[in-house]
C-alpha cells in the first residue's frame, strides 16, 4: 500500500506548502484527491494571487472521524518504514 503522505507530496493537483518543518495541504485538492469531504476539518487560511485557499495539516486530517474506513487505513500507513 502507497503512503498517502508522500502521494500528497508528489501530487501535482495536490497544493501544498511547506511552512516551519510542516507540510501543509490546500484542504479542497486533498478532498478532490481522496474523494471524501472534508469540510469540517479545522484550516488556516493563506492568500495566493489574491486567491484565499484553505490549508491544514495531515494529522487534522487523520484525526477527522468522518473519512472513509479505507482512507484512515492509508493515512495510518504513512508512519510504517519500508
Given amino acids: 500500500m502507497r503512503d498517502l503522505i508522500q502521494e500528497l507530496i508528489k501530487e501535482d493537483s495536490v497544493n501544498k506548502i511547506w511552512y516551519k518543518n510542516k ?3 490546500d484542504i479542497n485538492s486533498v478532498a478532490e484527491y481522496i474523494n471524501e469531504d472534508l469540510s ?3 484550516t488556516i487560511e493563506v492568500v495566493f494571487d489574491n486567491t484565499k485557499l ?3 495539516t495531515i494529522e ?3 484525526d477527522y472521524n468522518n ?3 479505507f482512507n484512515k487505513a492509508l493515512l495510518k500507513t504513512r508512519n510504517f518504514k519500508k
Fill in 54 to 56: 484553505k490549508f491544514t
Fill in 23 to 25: 507540510w501543509y495541504f
Fill in 40 to 42: 469540517n476539518i479545522e
Fill in 67 to 69: 473519512l472513509s474506513d
Fill in 60 to 62: 487534522k486530517i487523520e
